[in-house]
């Protein structure tokens, strides 16, 4: 359904600023894989290279394979007709992806106007339909997105990704601006509609627990790169994504929240990143070796991770 074959971004804005470097990456029809890291790991610049949607400071390099298509040098009509038909986006903030003048039952008809030419009345029941399946009442299509909670944009969002029944959908944290309850309504209704209409699903966060909920597969980045691709089910074998899992405080433990145990320092500035495994300076378990050598993604076990320390 998607393949993304060595796929690099790099932003020209005062210097190269290499974001995505060589990232591969298949997806099969109906599935469903995860993409985490931490902030500015590059997450949001793979997911926006898929549509063609960077400015253009940004060179992207590689393939992006849809259905074997090649999004990157697709025509400039071909791409409008791919993009909400073939594969949509869900961003983060709903708030800022939703009009505030325009009545949300608009906003949700507009792609089946353009890129399914629907009449009118067409385009009112398709929208009720949808506002249906995201579990919201049909008379919501009147409300204005400031009328609506947070987990109720989220919900239109999604309805306006699945308005021209696309192959895939794209989610860029769709979760991350939500209260854990509400997080977990949205989840669950995500992860039943991609089964419902086979949809494949590319999805983004920074909350592992939240991508081994919905995901068949996670893959980790770190500085541009995938330091690991496996089962979601299966234990993590690089050091990055085992801290990245061992991250999170545990409720009601007030030492776990001071004191968590993820890791020290920040990510690297993509301008500045260090030599050998750009990890190894926050490693817990690096050997002198890393400093040196550059390990690409190899097998271990059920999955494959780019470490000197796993595999072969
Ligand atoms: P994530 O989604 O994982 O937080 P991003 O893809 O947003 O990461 O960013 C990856 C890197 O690219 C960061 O260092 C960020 O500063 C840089 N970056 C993102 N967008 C731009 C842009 N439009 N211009 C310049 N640099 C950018
Ligand atoms: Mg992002």
Request: hydrophobic content about 45%; charged content about 20%.
């Amino acid at each position: 359904m998607l393949e993304l074959d060595n796929l690099s971004v790099t932003y020209k804005a005062g210097g190269d600023i290499p974001a995505v470097r060589g990232v591969s990456l298949s997806l099969a029809a109906g599935e469903a894989v995860g993409l985490a890291g931490e902030s500015g790991s590059g997450k949001s610049s793979v997911a926006l290279a898929l549509l063609r949607l960077l400015p253009r400071s940004a060179v992207v390099g590689g393939r992006v394979l849809l259905d074997g298509e090649d999004v990157l040098t697709m025509k400039w009509g071909r791409l409008r007709a791919v993009r909400w038909s073939s594969a949509s986006i869900v961003f983060q903030g709903a708030q800022h992806g939703l009009n505030p003048v325009q009545r949300i039952g608009e906003q949700i008809a507009e792609p089946l106007v353009v890129h399914r030419q629907a009449s009118g009345s067409a385009a009112d029941a398709r929208v009720r339909e949808l506002l249906e399946q995201v579990g919201l009442p049909a008379w919501r299509a009147r409300s204005y997105p400031h009328e609506l909670s947070g987990g109720q944009r989220q919900r239109v969002m999604i309805a306006m990704a699945l308005a021209c029944s696309p192959q895939l959908i794209i989610a860029d944290e769709p979760t991350t601006a939500l209260d854990l309850m509400v997080q977990a309504q949205v989840l669950t209704l995500i992860r039943d509609l991609i089964a419902l209409h086979g949809i494949s699903l590319l999805m983004i966060s920074h909350d592992l627990s939240v991508l081994a909920d919905v995901c068949d597969r996670l893959a980790v980045m770190y500085a541009g790169r995938l330091v690991e691709l496996g089962p979601s089910s299966g234990d993590f074998r690089h050091p990055y994504s085992q801290a990245l899992a061992a991250a999170f405080p545990t409720v009601g433990d007030p030492a776990s929240r001071l004191a968590p145990r993820g890791l020290a320092g920040d990510p690297p500035d993509p301008q500045q990143l260090p030599g050998g495994c750009s990890f190894h300076p926050r490693c817990p378990v690096a050997i002198e070796s890393c400093a040196t050598s550059d390990v690409q993604l190899r097998p271990v076990g059920d999955r494959t991770a780019a470490c000197i320390l796993v595999g072969e």
